[in-house]
């Protein structure tokens, strides 16, 4: 009974992931994490936890970065917090200096109409 118990909690650790729930501020940027395409934002990444995350505490993503609409990015390494099974949440915030604002705020307009038109 012990050796099956044993069996079990190794196999339970190595499938313990992390999500993480990326948001972007303006939302709907597209998200790539390590240069692959995720979708647009908000959007779950799921990271796999390894034995030495769990002895540090967190797992540090690869590069998430957010790309609007006018061509703004922001490239960010996140650490998970992998003690908790909720979901955790960051945004990524459009850079300030970079020109076309109002592209990317028409966008997020044009997109919650579209959702309002469906609901």
Request: one cysteine or more.
């Amino acid at each position: 009974m012990k050796k099956y118990f044993a069996v079990l909690l190794v196999l339970l650790s190595l499938s313990c992931t992390v999500t993480l729930l990326v948001k972007t501020d303006p939302e709907y940027a597209t998200v790539y994490a390590d240069g692959r395409n995720c979708g647009k934002s908000p959007i779950e990444l799921t990271y796999n936890v390894t034995k030495d995350d769990q002895a540090r505490g967190y797992v540090l993503t690869d590069t998430v970065t957010a790309r609007w609409l006018s061509g703004a990015t922001t490239k960010e390494r996140i650490k998970v917090n992998c003690k908790t099974n909720e979901v955790q949440e960051y945004t990524l915030i459009r850079p300030t200096d970079f020109p076309n604002v109002d592209i990317d705020a028409k966008y997020v307009q044009e997109k919650t109409k579209k959702q309002i038109e469906v609901k």
